[in-house]
């Protein structure tokens, strides 16, 4: 059983930066993959980023490559999201969540995660 809970959402101007922590409970952190996901009002849930469970290999959406990067500390059982040149249709909730699938073509895909936070609103003001 893993239970995650984001923080470091708010509001930013367009251009600005925030980083999002996930912190998780549990002593097998370091087993899973961790990723970020968002959800726009009315839209589906979206991938955003991924990193595997040794830190080694990450992955993101085109949409944020370059601007955002996924990182993980598992001695503080924390990953991180650092978005930078936010822009205002990224506003939504952010999503981190935990799967032990190991095949990374998977990753992107929502229904492989098997744990999930509450979410931190992220509000890109223009």
């Known amino acids: 059983q893993v239970q995650l809970v984001e923080s470091g959402g708010g509001l930013v101007q367009a251009g600005g930066s925030l980083r999002l922590s996930c912190a998780a409970s549990?002593?097998?952190?370091?087993?899973?993959?961790m990723g970020w996901f968002r959800q726009a009002p009315g839209k589906e849930r979206e991938f955003v980023a991924v990193?595997?469970?040794?830190?080694?290999?990450?992955d993101y959406a085109d949409s944020v490559k370059g601007r955002f990067t996924i990182s993980r500390e598992n001695a503080k059982n924390t990953v991180y999201l650092q978005m930078n040149s936010l822009k205002p249709e990224e506003t939504a909730v952010y999503f981190c969540?935990?799967?032990?699938?190991?095949?990374?073509?998977?990753?992107?895909?929502?229904?492989?995660?098997?744990?999930w936070g509450q979410g931190t609103q992220v509000t890109v003001a223009s």
């Open positions: 549990g002593r097998t952190f370091s087993s899973y993959t």
């Open positions: 969540a935990a799967t032990l699938v190991r095949t990374s073509a998977d990753w992107p895909r929502s229904a492989w995660y098997n744990y």
């Open positions: 990193i595997s469970w040794s830190g080694s290999t990450t």
